[in-house]
């Protein structure tokens, strides 16, 4: 078991055995599944008016994404583009990046309400609410899964949060130190996803485009140096495949593709990806060998009558 497979999850939450997988594993590279797989849609809609800005995937062919209107989860089924909301959300709430783990539970950050919210995906049924901070000043972004924790940024504060995975324990405050620069009134920390040898975190800071490394022991950040590129301005969700790190840079409409040496601490540029469906694409997921990635569109009219939808690309 890795630290990202720690399962405390629906045994903890809910008691008894674990549940099952939410869908079957994604295929091991056999011809028949890469062909089936082939013909599984490029680009789907999601409901007028949703908002999105996460999503996230596990084991099972089903993405989830979140709603910054309400707060609502809508699963969508990757085989045929067709899904459902599982999670209502409420007046007031939001959903910006969100992660399954394998026992299906979502783990939700809550933006400007400050909150990190966990959800059984199976049921849509509200776990728990952890008020991580104040209700103004501050934007809980995004998350990531790593061992025994839930760790979420905050864009307009200087801190990581980790929230216990089960019922025991307290959330952690992580305080950036280091070569962390907080600039105010605008979009800090964002994306985070662990490091390759499964031991800290790795950052994007949007503004003004810098990648850091993270100690979970001491919340030291530590620069990474950009070769190719001089910053990932605009970076948004992070994704990590080994050290094949992907940044999605949400206004310049591409995913930025970097080499990690194993330290994390040397980002080589290897290539880019843009695609004519991108329209402002702020998170993505990967399944098999393709990137999923939501259409934030942050610079359309965002409307109860907005079209949205999600798209997939070659990895």
């Not at 399944?287 to 949205?308: I, K």
Request: aromatic share 8%; glycine share 14%; proline share 5%.
């Amino acid at each position: 078991m890795t630290r990202n497979d720690f399962r405390p999850s629906r045994r903890a939450w809910l008691g008894g055995a674990a549940g099952a997988a939410l869908a079957v594993a994604a295929g091991t590279g056999s011809a028949e599944a890469a062909a089936t797989r082939a013909t599984w849609p490029t680009r789907f809609p999601l409901p007028d008016g949703w908002l999105p800005e996460g999503i996230t995937i596990g084991r099972g062919p089903y993405a989830y994404l979140g709603s910054r209107a309400n707060g609502a989860v809508y699963r969508a089924d990757l085989r045929t583009g067709e899904g459902r909301v599982v999670h209502e959300g409420g007046t007031g709430l939001a959903a910006i990046g969100l992660k399954l783990d394998h026992g299906g539970l979502l783990y939700v950050a809550g933006g400007g309400g400050g909150t990190a919210r966990i959800v059984d995906a199976r049921t849509g049924r509200l776990l728990r609410t952890h008020q991580l901070t104040e209700t103004s000043g501050h934007f809980v972004n995004d998350v990531m899964l790593l061992g025994d924790r839930a760790w979420f940024t905050d864009s307009y504060g200087p801190v990581l949060y980790g929230v216990p995975r089960g019922r025991r324990g307290g959330v952690r405050a992580l305080p950036l130190t280091g070569d962390w620069e907080q600039t105010p009134d605008v979009i800090n920390a964002n994306g985070v996803v662990a490091t390759p040898d499964g031991r800290g975190l790795i950052v994007v800071r949007s503004t003004p485009g810098e990648l850091y490394r993270v100690s979970l022991r001491t919340g030291r950040a530590t620069r990474i140096t950009l070769v190719g590129a001089d910053d990932v301005v605009n970076g948004d969700g992070l994704v990590r495949v080994g050290r094949t790190l992907y940044v999605v840079q949400n206004r310049l409409d591409l995913v930025s593709v970097w080499d990690l040496d194993a330290r994390a601490g040397t980002a080589t540029l290897r290539r880019t990806i843009t695609d004519p469906r991108f329209d402002v694409p702020a998170t993505a997921a990967r399944f098999g060998d393709r990137l999923y990635l939501v259409n934030a569109r942050f610079t359309s009219p965002q409307t109860p009558g907005t079209t949205f939808t999600a798209v997939a690309v070659d990895r």
